[in-house]
């Protein structure tokens, strides 16, 4: 099925000129792949000072996406599977990387993971398949 991707700049993780939006700002990676640092605020809280896994799997989701688009294949996400291995504390810097592969049947997998900025450790890592798209 073919989607029509369309950018208006309010995706709710990297769209600059979404004002409720996490704002993230990729950068290619030399050999491929996509990265970007971020902080948590407290309206991207789940249970007190620690960050809604619902907001990390959005960060990894998007880093996936864009690995993909800096390779050149515009694609949505069909499949997502994520692991948290430990909290991420409201306020406290974080970097997410990710990569994607060339599509093979139409489908491009990526990989990501957020880490701390402050003491380089695991907070959550990712798998996903994305089904590559025509961008109009």
Avoid: W
Avoid at 72 to 86: D, M, N, S, W
Avoid at 113 to 125: P, V
């Amino acid at each position: 099925m073919e989607i029509r991707l369309l950018d208006d700049n309010h995706c709710f993780a990297c769209g600059k000129d979404n004002p409720h939006g996490l704002q993230l700002k990729f950068e290619a990676v030399a050999g491929g792949g996509a990265c970007a640092s971020f902080i948590p605020l407290k309206c991207h809280q789940g249970y007190k000072d620690i960050t809604h896994g619902g907001i990390l799997t959005t960060i990894l989701d998007e880093a996936m996406a864009q690995a993909a688009i800096f390779a050149g294949h515009f694609a949505v996400t069909a499949e997502i599977t994520v692991r948290f291995r430990k909290t991420l504390e409201v306020g406290e810097p974080a970097r997410v990387e990710a990569k994607a592969t060339p599509p093979r049947r139409g489908l491009v997998v990526g990989e990501a993971s957020i880490f701390s900025e402050r003491d380089g450790s695991l907070i959550a890592d990712a798998r996903c398949k994305l089904i590559a798209q025509e961008r109009h």
